[in-house]
């Protein structure tokens, strides 16, 4: 197991930029994400983007609570419906705020093994795609949070 250190927004400001698209899966690809799931479950969160971990390539890694979803250059393909809902970040810790998102998205990404998937995510699931793959063109969930939600 290896932890890697979780970047703060007010102290990096590499959380701002955009990650560059992985153009091969490989034995480092496999072990940045294996490391990012050991880090995401000892902050005891639901989501993590390599930005966050100061790496700035397009893997994020989700579970919650059906198993974890490692994925690689993720592209929302189509979104419905409307949900607004309290988030958190583990690069902006003791703020949260009420964020509208999709209720639903249909994600294109590849996996640890570098095979093209595509799959339909719902309610919370959905809710962690999209504020990921947010991280991954510098966009942080305060960006989008209703104002008067702001807490913290």
Same mark, same amino acid.
């Given at each position: &197991?290896?932890?890697? /250190?979780?970047?703060?927004?007010? /102290? $990096? $400001?590499?959380? +701002? ?16 994400? =294996?490391? &990012?799931?050991?880090? &995401?479950?000892?902050? $005891?969160?639901? #989501? ?9 390539? +397009?893997?994020?890694? %989700?579970?919650?609570? @059906? !198993? ?11 979104? =419905?419906?409307?949900? %607004?809902?309290?988030? !958190?970040?583990? =690069? %902006?810790?003791?703020?949260? #705020?009420?964020? /509208? +998102? ?8 590849? @996996? ?7 799959? #339909? ?21 305060? @960006? ?7 807490? !913290?």
């Amino acid at each position: &197991m290896a932890l890697r /250190k979780i970047r703060n927004y007010q /102290k $990096d $400001d590499i959380l +701002r930029k955009k990650a560059k698209e992985v153009t091969k899966v490989d034995d480092r690809v496999r072990l940045l994400i =294996s490391d &990012m799931i050991d880090t &995401m479950y000892h902050a $005891d969160g639901v #989501g993590l983007a390599a930005p966050q971990v100061g790496i700035l390539k +397009r893997i994020v890694v %989700i579970d919650v609570g @059906d !198993g974890v979803h490692a994925l690689i250059n993720p592209e929302i393909l189509r979104q =419905s419906g409307e949900e %607004i809902d309290y988030e !958190g970040c583990l =690069s %902006i810790p003791g703020i949260r #705020g009420r964020v /509208k +998102r999709p209720a639903h998205v249909v994600v294109r990404a590849l @996996d640890q093994d570098g095979k093209e998937t595509e799959f #339909g995510a719902d309610g919370l699931l959905a809710r962690a795609v999209c504020h990921e793959t947010d991280h991954l063109d510098g966009i942080l969930f305060i @960006d989008k949070v209703l104002p008067e939600t702001l807490e !913290g």
